[in-house]
């Protein structure tokens, strides 16, 4: 009888770890769980992998947090960004499946880093938000998911500035997410991207993550929403040491 486990890849416990850490932190803040997953299992794996498995995995639980996000989400505030975003995210995609590995990996750290800098620097945007804003920061976001799988810093940065309450700012974070999944499953449906390694490993694994989501998710509404945006910075400063680390043992 043939191993039912043969899909499992190296690293498994690892894997278990991250997307562990990483499912918290998406129920509570909302984002950043790709922002984790993706550079560690970019270099444990690959660039592929590491974003392929990390849709596969969201998928259940975006359906939860999209419910919970869209009881408090401005939809009609940031449409002109959601869908100027989910436009774009196949585009990005073609890129990704066009140039060098450890190119994508260098990209990565690099806008890592970069965001955690200019977050964690208490950076506002001082303009006003307008539609215009809201589409080119939409736009920049498609294009950094298509390529790396990360494009929740752009649009997080400009919710962040807008100075709404922290449960419209997740409400709206955790909607644009969803946009996120939804159109990066059609573009890497189109691309065959969708293995029968990565479903099945992020099949066994998306019960672990969802339960680590729910208890972020639960945590937040506990007592964690008056640590919200410190959290964020916290979190985004961490996996800018994990990033810059894998970029510099990956050279």
């Known amino acids: ?23 918290f932190i998406r129920g509570f803040l ?16 690959s660039p592929v992998f590491a974003i392929v498995f990390n849709i596969v995995i969201e998928i259940p639980t975006t359906i939860y947090l999209t419910y919970l996000g869209a009881k408090t989400c ?26 060098d590995e450890q190119v994508v990996r260098i990209i990565m750290s690099i806008l890592v880093i970069f965001f955690v800098v200019l977050i964690a620097s208490g950076w506002r945007l001082k303009a006003a938000i307008t539609k215009y804003i809201l589409t080119i920061t939409g736009v920049c976001s498609g294009l950094l998911q ?13 919710l962040l500035s807008k100075g709404d309450e922290n449960d419209v700012t997740r409400g709206n974070i ?15 449906y189109y691309f065959n991207l969708f293995t029968k ?8 694994a998306s019960p672990l993550y969802i339960l680590a989501s729910y208890i972020g998710s639960r945590f ?8 919200f945006r410190n959290a964020s910075l916290l979190v985004l400063i961490l996996i ?10 990956n050279n």
């Open 146 to 158: 298509g390529i790396t799988g990360m494009g929740g810093p752009p649009f997080v940065t400009i």
């Open 240 to 249: 800018g040491i994990i990033t810059l680390l894998n970029a510099f043992f």
């Open 74 to 99: 401005k939809f009609k505030e940031i449409s002109h960004m959601f869908f100027s975003m989910i436009i774009t995210i196949p585009i990005g995609t073609i890129f990704l499946i066009s140039v």
């Open 220 to 227: 937040y509404n506990f007592s964690g929403n008056q640590y």
């Open 1 to 23: 009888m043939e191993n039912i486990f043969y899909f499992i890849p190296n690293n498994y416990f690892y894997l278990i770890l991250v997307i562990l850490f990483s499912g």
């Open 197 to 204: 390694e990565i479903l099945l490993t992020g099949i066994t």
């Open 174 to 188: 955790l909607v644009m997410s969803s946009g996120i999944v939804i159109s990066a499953i059609f573009s890497m």
């Open 30 to 45: 909302g984002f950043a769980s790709g922002l984790i997953t993706i550079p560690i299992l970019s270099f444990l794996y």
